[in-house]
């Protein structure tokens, strides 16, 4: 997703690899790629692994699941990676266990620092060091997160312990790993519902939150000078039923995010009673795409364009969005499966901090201002099925010409046409695609989603 422009650029690669559940790149400040990993290998611009970049997260689950045809990691958000110098990275890692006692288990035991230089292999990056072991515990998963120190250069790495309300957390400079220490505060986490979860820190670092459906929202005060959490405080969700979940923060640091899997909510951070807060954003209005629940929510991430993107609890081609984070209640502008995605993405969202705290510059950069546009999503699409000709009736009330995709059950585009007249029925020419299930998708020529559906082909 390049941000540089608005609405998103978004384009797909073919790897030999899969991401799963552990996501996390790095660019440059230009925004071009410098290397990511899926928890399995580092892998370099070109997409192939990096020197001395395979086999991170030794044991018995990479044995397990990076191999073909699966080929990826499953630490829920279980990487995160930071810049030292010029040219030194680090990437921490959690590495998973597998337990085959009396009960099957799997869990975050272990996690690894991998140090690369960037100036080796004419720019592709060496491992220099790999799997380093930082800390060896029982880690609840889903919550590895990290928010810079008050000098603005130094990072806290926060993680909570497993079925404890102890936290880990991590002074790291740029000469690696300062310190491992712990603090004791708040509510225990359960066993159940590990790695369905999500932590953040708000932008300015103050806050940090944890939302795990079976422990529901807890929320702390944050000191970046000593580390300290304090001011706990429990929100309860009552009557939701979630299995998994995720939070974000708006940019302003107010609003908090729960995505709770069919459920959607805000609340303010600033309010004297967050729980009171609440507003019921959207529910899960049984959009398929291309199964059953598959566009329930998931995970969330603060975007550099100051909107929150959250992915998907399955294997689905759409994005939801919270187009306007910082207002209150609906004025938000939440939106569900309102970005289109090229490919199928399952339960895999960037694990990023915010980088730009305490650098003078925004944390994001609004790409659009005013009044939330209403748009008329009222798209006739027929016959259905279609054979030669295919019929377009929309009305958006913007007068903006519209894009009208089709694109096959693999994601991959089939073709589009770019059409004029808002509110005039379009015959469009489709005798040279292949009988088959199609998605189709609306949207303004700027990237305003107006309406989707799915049509059928058959000659």
Known sequence: MDFNTSPPTISYANRTTDM???NVSMSDSLGNLLFYTNGCSIFNK????MENGGNINPGNIHNNNCIEPFNAYTASRGAIAFQ???????LFHQGLKLVTDSVIDVYDNKLYLSKIDMTQNNGLGKVIEKNFVVLEDTMQGGDLTAVKKSNNIDWWVLIPKRTSNTYFKILFTPNGVESVSTQTIGDSTKYIGDGGDQAVFS???TKYVRYNPFDEISIFDFDRETGELSNYQKVSIPGDTAFVGGAAISPNSRYLYISSQIRF????????????????LGEYDGYQSPFPLATTFFTCQLAPDCKIYCCTYNGCDVLHVVNY?????????FVQHGVQLPSYNTLSMPNFPNYRLG????????????????VQQSAKVYPNPASGELNLEFSTGTGKPIVFRLYDPTGRLASYWTLEGDGQPQSLNISGLASGLYLWQLNTVDGLPLDKGKLVIAK
Do not use: M, R, W
């Open 84 to 90: 030292a110098d010029y040219k030194t990275f680090y």
């Open 46 to 49: 070109e997409n192939n692994i």
């Open 325 to 333: 984070p910082d207002e209150p209640g609906l004025a938000c502008n």
């Open 203 to 205: 932008p300015d670092g």
């Open 265 to 280: 909510y805000q609340y303010d951070l600033q309010a004297p009673d967050i729980a009171a807060s609440q507003v019921l």
């Open 359 to 374: 650098t003078g510059q925004p944390t994001c950069t609004p790409t659009a201002s005013g009044e939330v546009v209403q």
């Open 20 to 22: 799963h559940l552990t």
